[in-house]
Structure formats: structure tokens, C-alpha cells
């Protein structure tokens, strides 16, 4: 029996950088949610649990850290692992450890599916 | 928003913007800043974002494109005025794509509204106004956008920037709606190519209208007000009458005691007569009290020292000992303004009393209209004097040799006040160089010719060529000494 592909929510809100990023992420074998904002993008964790978060930060409505507060507050998404990216490097974030991986964004895409490997334990 | 002093105007922070706009621009307005790609919106925006923001405020910046933030602010990181550290507690960028998409011109009014309340925001950005003109179905929906969002910008206390590529006139409606309407664009001449900005509307305060030259280096936009709109208002009266040493004894004789202090005296004369060392004589009496500064166009500070050097001037001492500053400008294109304002930072930076520039061809070469030269240099001129700058100006004239009928003086000569004559001539099978006064301010002066020679000591100054007629000829010839 085939396994089940890792499933990946991507919350972005710049068009460009969902769409691609999620398409690659798709070509690498993962079955990819996407959301363009932490509002939708927290509904959708609720309905459809997968098994990695990557959120951007800066985004309306909800932010990046917001949506991972939210996550966090979640008794039903506990253990849920998370990376955050973001241009702008959000010094207040990276202090305070919310998510469990940090990237830079423009990013390596090498780079950022090693992250997503690692946090999904492949 | 933290006020920024009389008349609580939006300070951009953009060099020479805030001259224009009379201080900046006023809160709560809606300001469409039209230009094509890479006219330089977007720097213009961030710089005005970091401005502000330096000054304790919160910035909102919405894009509709769909180009990424990271490599918008990858661009922005090589500018001197972009703070990383600000990003995202003070300026947040986030994308309307998906409210646009999915809610229309009303979805981005309610992000708008929601996100800077959120954030605090007294300055909002939209950029990629196109996309917005694009979405709807009819002007008049997008002219009910532009009036909700002028409604949002009074009751948030808020500045909003729209940014937009589209080519809209002023018979365009939204013209009439927002409070102010600035154009960023390129113009072409030949092979050279200039920036400039024009702000077509600005209610509510005066501007200085017409195309103002631009600049965009990694410190941002620079905005160059036309000289002659800005400077030169009022002229030092207290210094009329003083004489300050034009740096030879001979010609401060010829002068009637100097050149008078706050004056512009224009050295004329054909290449290779001694202009450069005349300016050199001049500034070399600069001091501690009065120092100098050197704004040339063809000769280097090395270049300029050994020439000194060889008339027995120690230039290169007097810019150790920070008597005097020689400024350079490189054989490149110049922006006229540009030029203008360097020269007068230069001196009210180091407090120059005593100016040469050497070339003044190369200031009118930098005019993308030429006739805008005799106001410019008028402005720059009134600007020096009431700076307290005695200034020389060396200009060079076609002619080696010919009658003086033939000069053309440029658009320079109407501005000096003090004119220095100097020819060559031809006596005896040799060329000898001759020296003398068309005009001296305020003052009778000596309008003899007299003979001039350079030396290793310098310049010297002979006395009056009285054996012979048709100097100012180019050709002259002996009269025998006439009988006593």
C-alpha cells in the first residue's frame, strides 16, 4: 500500500510566493494546502491537520504571529511543528522561539525543503 | 502623528522634495505619485516609510502587485535609509492581493481600515494602484474608491500614498479628488537621460511648479528644486563698499583697492592665457577666518597643486592646513541643479569666503535648457553673497587672437560685476598676454591694458603698453614715442 504524501499548509499572502512555493513543494512529493493569510490559514489547520505549518509573517488579517499563537492555544493542534518565514527577520520572534524553524525569505528552495524535512522528522 | 512644527506638515525626509512641496505634505491627505516602472515610486515611498518612521510613527504598505516583499526589500536593503530593524514593528508590507481577488475595491478599503488601525499607522502606502484600475468595471466605481479612501485617510489621521504606473491626466476624475498629484518621469535628450518630478496639484498649499531634476543614488531620491525658484533672495548690504585682495597687488591697483567683498568677478580669456592662475593667485590669500574652496571641472587637486606649485603658490599646503577645499567634478554628465547645490553645500559646509571656479563652461554645459542659465547663475551668485563668498569665475573665450567685438562673453557676464579681460597679442613676431578691466562694481577703475607675464614667482603684472596701438586687435604694431 502506497504511503500517504506529508501534507503541508503554506500560508503566504504575496500571490507569486505561494503559488511557486507550493508547486515546487509539490513537485518534491508533498501534498500542499494553501492560505493567503493567518485568518484562513487557521481555519484550514483546524479542518484539514496537517502535518507542518509554514506561515509567513508579515500578512493581513492575522499575522504569522499571531496565527502561531493561535496554534499554540490549540489543545487540538499541540505538537503541530512549525516554520516561519519572513523577510524582515522578526527579532522578537526569533527571542522568543515561537515557531521551531526560522527561514529567510528570498530563500534556497534546497534549504527550505531540508527545514521542512527535518521538522517533518524525514 | 507626531507633528513636525509650524503648520503640521508631513516632513518626506526626500532631500529638496519638502522645498517643493513648501514643507511637506499635509495630514490626512491622499497623494497619487504617478510614474512609469522605474521611475522610482516605490524608493520614493520607502524613503518617505523610514522617514517617518525614524520620527516614531507607524507605517502601513499595501502592495497589489504580485511581486514579492522579499525582493522588493533585498532592492531596498542597499539604501542608506532602509532599516531593517523597523520592519515589521514599525513598517509592516502585506499583500491586498487576495482581499482584491476575492472582495473587490471593497475588500482592500476594509483591509486598509482594519490593518492600520491594527498597526497604528499615520502613513499608508497602496502600491500598484493600476491593479485597483484594472479590477474595476467603471471609472465611476474606482472614483468611489478614491473618494471612500480620501474619507478613510480623515477618519484614521492617516496619510495615504497611492502609487500607480497608469497614465492619467488632469481631465482624469480622480484628479480632482485627491490632495495632491506628483509625477516622477524620464525625459531623453540625445544620448543623455534625466529624472525628474513635477507636482501637477497640491491642495491646500502652494508649491514650486514646473519639472524639478531628480537623482536616485543608494542614499534614495533626491529631489533638486530649480535654483532659481529657491535661492539667492536678498543680497548682503552690509558688505557693500569693504575690498578684499584679488591675490595680486598689481591688479587690486588696477581695481581701485580689491575686489569688493560679496562680488563676482568673471575672468575672460582664451586657453592656455593664465585664467587658472590668476584663480589660483586668488585663492591662495585664503585663511583660517576666510577659507577657499576650488569648484573645477578639468583639472584635478593633484593636477591643480603641481600647477600652483610651478607659480610658486603652495596649494597643497593651504588644503593640508583646511584653508582650502578643492572640489572636482568629474567629466561626466551633470544635472545643472545639481552642480548648484554641491557647489553651495561646499560652502556652507566649510564656510568658504573666497570661491574659484574654474570653468564655468562646464556648469553651462550641465543645462538641459540653456535658457534657464543667466536666472540660475544670477540665483547661485546672490546665493554666494549672501553666503558672504567673494567668488571668481574663469570662462574661456574661442578666441586666441581678434578684436574684441568678436567676444562672446556667455550668459556668465551678465551676473559679474567685476570683468577681467585677458588676450594675447601679437608684437614684434611674439604672443604676449595682456591684462584688462571691463568692469569693476561700485567702483572707477584703471582701463588701461597692461602686459602680464606668469613666472615661477607667479603672475606679474607690467605696466601700461603705451608704444603701441591696435592691442585689443590681436595684431598689434609699434608707434614711435611722441615728441615732448
Known sequence: MATQPQHILLVEDEP??????????????????????????????????????????????????QLIAAVRAEPTLEGLPILLMSAALPAEAARQQVADGFISKPFDYDEFERRVRALLGG | MAPDGAGARITTGVPGLDTVLNGGLLPGGVYIVQGSPGAGKTILANQIC????????????????????????????????????????????????????????????????????????????????????????????????????????????????????????????????????F??????????????????????????????????????????PRLEMTEGIGADEAELGRRTTSGLEQLDGLLGGGVPVGSTTLVLGPTGIGKTSLGLHFISRSSDEAPGLIFGFYETQRRLEMRAKSIGIDLAGLTQQGRVEVLWQPP????????????LEAVRRSGAKRVFVDGIGGIEQSAAYPQRIPSFLAALTKELRDEGVTSMYSAEVPQVLGHQSDLSFGRISAVAENIVLLRYVELDS?????????????????????????????????????HAEGLLTGHAHRQPPADV
Not at chain 1, 493567503?36 to 488579517?61: A, F, I, K, Q
Not at chain 2, 561626466?332 to 557647489?343: I, M
Not at chain 2, 582701463?447 to 601700461?464: P, S
Request: glycine content about 8%; overall charge neutral.
Open chain 1, 16 to 65: 507569486g510566493t505561494l503559488n511557486t512555493t507550493a508547486m515546487l513543494l509539490e513537485m518534491s512529493g508533498f501534498r500542499v494546502s494553501k492560505a493567503p493569510n493567518g485568518r484562513r490559514g487557521l481555519d484550514m489547520l483546524l479542518s484539514e491537520r496537517p502535518d507542518l505549518l509554514v506561515t509567513d509573517y508579515m500578512m493581513p488579517h492575522m499575522d504569522g504571529l
Open chain 2, 50 to 181: 523610514f522617514h517617518r518612521v525614524h520620527r516614531g510613527e507607524k507605517v502601513l504598505y499595501v502592495t497589489l502587485l504580485a511581486e514579492s516583499h522579499s525582493r522588493l526589500m533585498q532592492h531596498l536593503s542597499r539604501m542608506s535609509f532602509y532599516d531593517a530593524d523597523c520592519i515589521p514593528s514599525s513598517v509592516f508590507y502585506l499583500s491586498g492581493y487576495d482581499d482584491l481577488e476575492n472582495e473587490g475595491l471593497e475588500g482592500i478599503l476594509r483591509l486598509i481600515n482594519r490593518e492600520s488601525q491594527k498597526r497604528g499607522a499615520s502613513l499608508i502606502v497602496i502600491d500598484g494602484v493600476f491593479v485597483l484600475e484594472e479590477t474595476v468595471h467603471s471609472e465611476r466605481e474606482f472614483r468611489k474608491f478614491v473618494n471612500y479612501l480620501s474619507t478613510l485617510a480623515a477618519l484614521l489621521k492617516a496619510t495615504i500614498l497611492m502609487l500607480t504606473n497608469s497614465k492619467r491626466t488632469q481631465a482624469s476624475p480622480e484628479y480632482t479628488m485627491v490632495d495632491g498629484w
Open chain 2, 183 to 224: 509625477e516622477l518621469a524620464t525625459s531623453t535628450e540625445g544620448y543623455r537621460s534625466r529624472r525628474h518630478v513635477q507636482v501637477h496639484k497640491f491642495r491646500g498649499s502652494g508649491f514650486i511648479a514646473g519639472l524639478h531634476n531628480t537623482e536616485i543614488s543608494n542614499d534614495g531620491m533626491r529631489v533638486l
Open chain 2, 332 to 343: 561626466t554628465e551633470h544635472v545643472l541643479d545639481a552642480l548648484g547645490y554641491r557647489l
Open chain 2, 430 to 466: 611674439r604672443l604676449r598676454r595682456l591684462i584688462s578691466l571691463l568692469k569693476v562694481r561700485e567702483s572707477d577703475f584703471d582701463a588701461a591694458i597692461r602686459e602680464f607675464e606668469i613666472t615661477d614667482q607667479g603672475v606679474r603684472v607690467g605696466q601700461v603698453f603705451r
